[in-house]
């Protein structure tokens, strides 16, 4: 009886060893968990000065906001803003400002207009937010608005507050890169994101970096995020 007693703990702990040996087997073949990235094409500027409407655009396109009119939707939102059918913002105002107030009012005003979903957005602003912030927004399928200030390019008086896009991410909070929609068309040697140690993920104006890097010498200082519709 006790010989059988210990063939079977024998026994039990061989298959729970096994067990062990073969959850470690998959815990290192298994392929490293991939990047998160919503369904957010990037588009280049259509015109120098107009990649803040692309970015607009991108949001709205998103969340099934319709086109108000006049024309095309970019030169739509633009006339939102001013009143006016030239397709741009008023020349003081920063891309991220205007970005801003597309969210803000662009949805609810296409509402009012047509009577169709969604109506008014929500968001939440803040000047900077964490790694596990951007992850839990991506994650909860929502893009973040930030604004940068680069260097200006030569040629280029002022620092410009310019609006891109947060779409996806790599990694975890130690080790986060941050994968954006800048539709801006930089000159090869004037690209902030290859300067500072990011890719090109997308010649259309996608980019991978850094969160450390972009935040630093990207000089992120705005952001609109929960953003969602009501």
Do not use: H
């Amino acid at each position: 009886m006790m010989r059988q007693q210990m063939r079977s703990f024998g026994q039990k702990t061989r298959l729970v060893l096994s067990a062990g040996a073969a959850a470690i087997l998959i815990a290192f073949t298994q392929p490293a968990r991939a990047e998160t990235i919503l369904d957010i094409e990037p588009a280049p500027e259509l015109a120098p000065g107009q990649a803040w409407a692309s970015v607009a655009e991108m949001l709205m396109v998103y969340y099934d906001v319709p086109n108000t009119g006049p024309g095309e939707m970019q030169c739509s939102l633009a006339f939102y803003l001013t009143g006016t059918q030239n397709c741009y913002k008023a020349p003081e105002e920063s891309e991220f400002s205007a970005v801003s107030r597309v969210v803000k009012g662009y949805s609810q005003f296409a509402y009012e207009t047509f009577g169709v979903l969604p109506g008014a957005m929500r968001w939440a602003e803040a000047k900077t937010i964490q790694p596990a912030d951007i992850i839990q927004e991506i994650k909860f399928e929502r893009p973040v608005l930030v604004q940068i200030e680069p260097v200006p390019n030569e040629g280029e008086s002022n620092v410009e507050k310019r609006a891109v896009l947060i779409v996806g991410f790599d990694g975890n909070p130690e080790n986060l890169q941050l994968i954006l929609n800048d539709p801006k068309v930089y000159q090869p040697t004037q690209n902030p994101y290859l300067e500072f140690g990011g890719r090109i993920r997308d010649n259309s104006g996608q980019y991978q970096i850094g969160y450390a890097d972009f935040l630093s010498f990207l000089k992120w200082s705005a952001t609109l995020y929960k953003i969602k519709p009501d």
